[in-house]
């Protein structure tokens, strides 16, 4: 029932920027927690970013603060992330994740399929 697409990922230089969209559908969007994590190639997940559910407070990892930032438009059941000064270290899997129970800290409970970032020179 619960749908989280990703979008816009592609091929980037080093210290451009990107941004990424998930349309969710099939849940109260507007009263959940939305997250952004990531998988880099042969590593494990990291958690990059988070946003309450009216957009009014985020919180993102110590890799990204200050470069990445995060949003939604809750009339349109999307969250998005941009992404500037990108770094090699950046390219990954970026995954959209719903919170488990709408609540800060809880653990996520859908993810999307993912769109791959690659930063190359």
């Known amino acids: 029932q619960v749908q989280l697409v990703e979008s816009g990922g592609g091929l980037v230089h080093p210290g451009g920027s990107l941004r990424l969209s998930c349309a969710a559908s099939g849940f109260h969007f507007s009263t959940y927690v939305m997250n952004w994590v990531r998988q880099a190639p042969g590593k494990g997940i990291e958690w990059v970013s988070e946003i309450n559910s009216g957009g009014e407070t985020t919180e993102y990892a110590d890799s990204v603060k200050g470069r990445f930032t995060i949003s939604r438009d809750n009339a349109k059941n999307t969250v998005f992330l941009v992404m500037n000064n990108l770094k090699f270290e950046d390219t990954a899997v970026y995954y959209c994740?719903?919170?488990?129970?709408?609540?800060?800290?809880?653990?996520?409970?859908?993810w999307g399929k993912g769109t791959l970032v690659t930063v190359s020179a």
């Open positions: 994740a719903r919170t488990l129970g709408s609540a800060w800290g809880n653990p996520m409970d859908y």
